[in-house]
């Protein structure tokens, strides 16, 4: 069964039109994340360097947002999926990153295939590579990752896949100071993506020293990949210390840990337990009993407290406690549990099983052979672990760990009775029992991408109340409201915030290009609808005087009356135009 040749193609386009088709699918979607994104790539583009430099998230994806951005400058409604266009474009890098990687993988195979020429083993042939690596390829970066994310993860998964390839050609030997090099660049750009791939690159860093063998030649090498890594990552290092004053590689680690295992508050924490510290600029509360927050200074953008969480909780510091970490500790571990027992995952599985089962007794030493990929992968996995894990973080790595375990498989062929050797019908069987191993695998786990993605398509056409479609509707019809009331881009606004979800949801906010300064926080929202006439007065004049000139109510329930606001078409959403004191 010879298919090198022609499996790759057919499945390059099979993952493009994927793609594409969900590209179509989540044109209308936008995650709270990717308003931030979208904010910093317009604060590049006009050259506002302090808005720019974030603390949280990283600068990277938010440039080739902000370059569509200020080349096409699109109308409201094609805003949003002009970010999907983006998307695609970063997939199509991924796909193409991932092809280096798989090529040189199959290198990598073929060459230590020649150098242990063993006619009683068969090992897993080039067209099964190419299956097994597109299909993974497809189930993890569009049912992980997703283009519907509007993230960074798919553009990490690009520098990851690069990375991986570059490691891969140090095995098989390009061990030269510029191979080192280009990994650090690669390394230093991914960590522009986002930060996490900085201290992974000490685990690149030493595989590929482990790789060169001699320590003594190894030691420039390390040299010269530092060095391509400092001249990617240094310049925004830098920057970012500067604004903080402080010498710093990122504060998502420490905000993510607050969050997810101190279980600090997402928003308007004014420091209450002062086990963590006390932050040194929070957002400002102005009112209590319904509480709420004014943000309006020192960052120009749609939603502050969202767009660098860093400078609220500067002064803020992550608290080791054992009941909090083994709690973090114990979810995490039930979402890489729920990762690799996915439907998916668990054909992937049997598979592998079965072809160990045969080649049982040499799995050892191809082991202890073929480890990078897996060790790779694990550090990966290991990094998350304690704080925070979500599949579009790990995806690639899940790519490379499955590629890594099925690199470890060397099938014993059948040994002639009589003559203690094995012919060539005996390796015939063990590459048929491949074939019928890997196609069924491959199969499946593609028919359940594709339906995936059919499903979504199809149900992207249906008239559902509540579907991304029709909430991009109502954000393009509450922009359009503040627009007739005299609402300017760049005016501030206030927000009284009923929807029940954690993260405030601002697209209205963004497609309106208007600066939401003050909040009254869904925590608050029914004492608001509670209130007598005059207590809501009171905080409408709160909002006044944040210099305000609209209130915008969002999610309001059937129940809650808002009298003198004017709802906004058949919408939930509801708007109040102040006079300003």
């Not at 069924?440 to 786990?445: G, K, T, W």
């Not at 007065?537 to 210099?547: L, P, W």
């Amino acid at each position: 069964m010879n298919l090198s040749r022609h499996a790759r193609l057919p499945f390059l386009l099979l993952a493009t039109l994927l793609g594409g088709l969900d590209c179509w699918t989540t044109r209308n979607t936008l995650n709270p994340m990717g308003v931030s994104y979208l904010d910093m790539g317009d604060a590049f583009f006009r050259g506002d360097w302090a808005t720019a430099i974030n603390g949280l998230w990283s600068p990277l994806y938010s440039l080739p947002l902000g370059l569509a951005l200020r080349i096409l400058k699109p109308s409201a409604s094609f805003e949003f999926p002009l970010v999907h266009l983006v998307n695609y474009a970063i997939y199509l890098c991924a796909l193409m990153a991932f092809d280096f990687f798989l090529k040189e993988l199959i290198r990598v195979r073929r060459e230590r295939a020649l150098s242990r020429i063993d006619e009683h083993t068969v090992a897993l042939p080039e067209w099964a590579w190419q299956l097994l690596g597109y299909a993974l390829f497809v189930w993890s970066s569009l049912g992980l990752i997703t283009l519907g994310a509007t993230a960074p993860d798919m553009l990490v998964s690009v520098f990851v896949y690069l990375a991986l390839a570059q490691v891969l050609r140090i095995s098989r030997g390009a061990q030269s100071r510029w191979s080192f090099f280009i990994l650090g660049l690669i390394l230093g750009i991914g960590y522009l993506a986002k930060a996490p791939m900085l201290p992974l690159s000490v685990v690149f860093l030493l595989v590929g020293i482990f790789w060169v063998g001699v320590l003594r030649s190894a030691a420039p090498r390390v040299m010269v990949m530092v060095l391509g890594l400092v001249l990617a990552a240094g310049p925004f290092i830098v920057a970012l210390s500067a604004s903080k004053g402080r010498l710093t590689f990122g504060e998502s680690g420490r905000l993510n840990y607050l969050w997810h295992v101190n279980r600090i508050p997402f928003f308007h924490w004014q420091g209450g337990d002062t086990r963590f510290g006390v932050p040194a600029h929070p957002t400002r509360k102005i009112l209590d009993n319904p509480s709420i927050y004014e943000f309006g200074t020192p960052m120009n953008v749609t939603y502050a407290p969202w767009y660098d969480p860093s400078y609220w909780y500067e002064g803020v510091t992550p608290r080791l406690d054992r009941r909090q970490q083994t709690t973090a500790l114990m979810a995490n571990a039930r979402m890489y549990f729920e990762i690799l027992t996915h439907n998916s995952q668990l054909i992937l599985l049997a598979g592998f099983l079965l072809l160990l089962y045969v080649g049982r007794r040499r799995w050892l030493k191809e082991l202890s052979k073929e480890w990078g990929l897996i060790v790779l992968s694990i550090a990966a996995f290991a990094l998350y672990l304690p704080v925070h894990v979500e599949p579009r973080y790990i995806a690639p790595f899940i790519t490379s760990f499955w590629l890594g375990l099925f690199s470890t498989l060397k099938l014993p062929a059948r040994k002639n009775q009589r003559s203690g050797t094995s012919g060539p019908g005996n390796l015939s069987a063990r590459k048929k029992l491949i074939a019928w191993v890997i196609v069924p695998v491959v199969s499946l786990v593609l028919l359940a991408a594709i339906a995936r993605s059919m499903d979504a398509f199809y149900s992207s056409f249906t008239k559902m109340p509540g579907s991304e479609r029709d909430n991009t509707k109502v954000y393009l019809e509450v922009a359009d409201a503040l627009g007739r009331k005299g609402i300017q881009p760049g005016d501030p606004v206030g927000m009284v915030n009923f929807d029940s979800r954690w993260l405030p949801v601002v697209h209205w906010a963004r497609l309106a290009r208007v600066h939401i300064v003050a909040e009254l926080p869904n925590t608050d929202a029914g004492t608001f609808a509670a209130a007598d006439d005059s207590r809501r007065r009171e905080v409408i004049d709160a909002f006044a005087k944040t210099g305000a000139k609209a209130v915008i109510a969002t999610r309001v329930p059937e129940n809650v009356t808002l009298p003198g606001w004017e709802q906004v078409g058949q919408t939930d959403y509801y708007t109040l135009k102040l006079s300003q004191p």
